[in-house]
């Protein structure tokens, strides 16, 4: 007698890019740990709420890289889920804000507390599926921005070397 799968189980693809693995990755789990990434508590008297991360990342140097791995578990997620490249990137430079701003000691934990970078790629994330492939004018200004941010740090550099070689050359 011939084996009888259920719907969406009969080959590798459907749906997302690899389905036997997407049991792991259900909404549930997924809503889940981004609740328990960056909202599980509540400072008492406050409605500020903050979460593991946040509690991590208090640790100097390691603790925001620990939190930013656990945190790349809904990226693998979106990944398997089939959401498209551009919400991929986004959702790396939302984690990747997360990590940069919040290894400054202090300062970086209240940013990470108020930034809650998993409630908003999970947010992404859903949002994707619910409506594939249908992209708004922010995704695109966001990742633009990103971008021309990305290039000024990246400029900065070579624009303060030049600066001090013309300087220096102007003065002999």
Known sequence: MPEVLPPGRAGLRSGGRFAPGSAVFRDEN?????????????????????GIDG???LAPGIGDVL????????????WVRGVPYVTLVRMLV?????????SIPLLGDAFDIAWKANR?????????????????????????????????????????????????????
């Open 120 to 172: 908003r790629n999970y947010a992404l994330m859903t949002r994707q599926i619910a409506e594939p492939r249908r992209h708004t004018w922010r995704d695109w200004l966001f990742l633009l921005a990103m971008g021309a941010g990305m290039m000024l740090v990246l400029a900065t550099p070579v624009v303060v070397l030049a600066w001090i070689v013309h300087w220096l050359f102007a003065r002999a």
């Open 55 to 57: 509690i991590i990342g």
């Open 30 to 50: 997924l809503d889940l740990l981004a609740h328990v990434l960056d909202d599980c508590f509540r400072i008492p008297g406050t409605q500020i709420r903050f």
């Open 67 to 78: 939190a930013g791995l656990a945190s790349c578990v809904l990226l693998l997620a979106a």
């Open 94 to 102: 939302n984690l990747g804000i997360g990590i940069v701003v919040g």
